[in-house]
């Protein structure tokens, strides 16, 4: 082997998550047991996105291995050769990959059963470190118990932390900012106001260290009570626009007004036709879904801005499975899809005096507008000049992020709408999640927008149970 300082082992989850992984550790060497081997073997079959990767995961090894003979398999294959993005850099500077040639042989405590594939590669491991004394041998895996065993029988295991988007989910973006309270006695001098038609913009200096970015949305906390959205910066000027105030009742969408300033924030975003990507997180309660919803409807049926209402959501269950469902694409997902349900109720429900005809007849309006799909039927599709609302996107890798988003055809716009504090996902994290990672991604573009929503709407008493439980 190398001189490399690193010797990592990889498991079989770190490739059955990102295929790319061969490719994420720099200079250092890469070791992948045969007991890897054949669980990637056994995992390959199927339509899941973890069968896809596996599938990945073993083109990539035969390229790497191909026309190799077994005396360079021994001594380890270079991994820059075969790299799909930087191939031929002179930049790149990649270690070996070494499989396991020969037997190595080390004991466990007698307490730890050795027929199990993870404590067949904490044998490997350990083989390893005795071997190469003077390397640092670690374990890369993504699975918590797996390195507290590791821990336990003294080897040295790290998690997979190249598929992170931030060290911490404290650091992600909110989506606005608060003006300190002499912005305007700062800014004052310089600034710059017009109108075009019922909008008011203003353009400013700005310093090289501002930290806006477009569609950002910005707040006063004094009581003059000024908000806007900036929308765009060049040349240490910002344009912004002031906020349509969404919170009156004669701004009210399809009956719903905001209820704080975030909601407020959150309607101007998504009734903005320039805007074509919106991601909305925050925990339950905040009214993500009914004012995705609402603005969806308004600009549907009624500026018909899009001709479609598409809603979708990783289908993840809280408990036990109930198994298959039967019927048609929409009547599988119907029983994922009570959120949706529950705010079509609130948004119809109208003023109590609507006749029962009425009702029925706005019903089968939004049955032929809104759609429910499946993501696993997302694949290779495009969706012209419609309204996507991913729900629950909090579940979604960033790999099916890119799949759903890039979906998006002409005039259409995309909903993401989450919660990281609730992922019932293996292997997702606050850090790692498909949401994170869009919002971190698309706070520079100039058609992306977020918001954070904190402020619970729904009830009291569901407001209590999410501070307090």
């Known amino acids: 082997m190398t001189n490399t300082a690193r010797l990592f082992i990889l498991d079989t989850n770190v490739l059955m998550h990102d295929p790319m992984a061969l490719f994420n550790f720099d200079e250092h060497d890469l070791y992948i047991p045969m007991t890897v081997l054949e669980e990637l073997d056994a995992g390959k079959k199927g339509m899941s996105e973890v069968a896809r990767n596996v599938r990945e995961t073993n083109r990539l090894l035969d390229q790497i291995i191909d026309g190799a003979d077994f005396e360079q398999i021994?001594?380890?294959?270079?991994?820059?050769?075969?790299?799909?993005?930087?191939?031929?850099?002179?930049?790149?500077?990649?270690?070996?990959?070494?499989?396991?040639?020969?037997?190595?042989?080390?004991?466990?405590?007698?307490?730890?059963?050795?027929?199990?594939?993870?404590?067949?590669?904490?044998?490997?491991?350990?083989?390893?470190?005795?071997?190469?004394?003077?390397?640092?041998?670690?374990?890369?895996?993504?699975?918590?118990?797996?390195?507290?065993?590791?821990?336990?029988?003294g080897l040295h295991s790290e998690d997979y932390y190249n598929d992170r988007v931030l060290e911490d989910a404290d650091l992600l973006y909110t989506?606005?900012?608060?003006?300190?309270?002499?912005?305007?006695?700062?800014?004052?001098?310089?600034?710059?106001?017009?109108?075009?038609?019922?909008?008011?913009?203003?353009?400013?200096?700005?310093?090289?260290?501002?930290?806006?970015?477009?569609?950002?949305?910005?707040?006063?906390?004094n009581a003059s009570g000024f908000s806007a959205i900036v929308r765009s910066i060049s040349d240490n000027k910002a344009i912004l626009e002031t906020l349509r105030d969404f919170s009156e009742t004669k701004h009210a969408v399809w009956g719903i007004s905001a209820r704080n300033a975030e909601q407020n924030m959150a309607m101007n975003l998504l009734m903005d036709p320039d805007i074509d990507f919106v991601s909305l997180l925050g925990p339950a309660g905040t009214g993500k879904t009914l004012l995705a919803l609402a603005c969806g409807l308004d600009q549907t049926l009624d500026q018909n801005i899009y001709n479609e209402i598409i809603m979708t959501r990783a289908t993840i269950p809280i408990g036990e499975d109930i198994g298959f469902l039967p019927g048609t694409e929409e009547e599988k997902m119907t029983p994922w899809m009570g959120a949706l349900m529950d705010n079509l109720e609130v948004l119809t429900q109208g003023d109590g005096n609507s006749a029962d005809w009425e009702k029925q007849s706005t019903s089968e309006l939004l049955n032929k507008r809104i759609k429910i799909k499946s993501l696993n039927f997302m694949r290779g599709r495009t969706f012209m000049k419609k309204y996507i609302i991913i729900d629950e996107a909090q579940n979604i890798t960033p790999k099916q992020m890119k799949t759903l988003v890039t979906r998006a055809g002409a005039g259409t716009k995309i909903i993401c709408i989450g919660n990281i504090g609730q992922i019932d996902t293996p292997y997702l994290t606050e850090t790692t999640s498909g949401l994170t990672y869009v919002v971190d991604r698309f706070k520079n573009w100039a058609h992306g927008a977020h918001i954070t929503l904190k402020q619970g709407e729904r009830s009291r008493l569901a407001e209590f149970a999410s501070n307090t439980l």
Not at 109 to 126: H, M, R, S
Not at 177 to 189: A, P, S, Y
């Open 74 to 153: 021994k001594q380890g294959l270079p991994l820059e050769n075969i790299h799909p993005i930087k191939r031929n850099s002179d930049e790149l500077r990649l270690g070996r990959l070494f499989f396991e040639t020969e037997h190595l042989s080390s004991e466990l405590p007698v307490e730890i059963p050795t027929y199990k594939a993870d404590n067949q590669i904490l044998k490997t491991g350990l083989a390893l470190k005795a071997k190469f004394a003077d390397r640092n041998v670690t374990l890369v895996t993504k699975d918590i118990n797996m390195r507290i065993k590791a821990s336990a029988v």
């Open 175 to 221: 989506g606005y900012e608060f003006l300190e309270d002499n912005f305007f006695e700062t800014h004052g001098k310089d600034m710059k106001a017009w109108q075009e038609g019922a909008r008011s913009f203003y353009e400013l200096q700005i310093n090289d260290d501002n930290t806006w970015y477009p569609n950002e949305c910005l707040i006063s906390q």
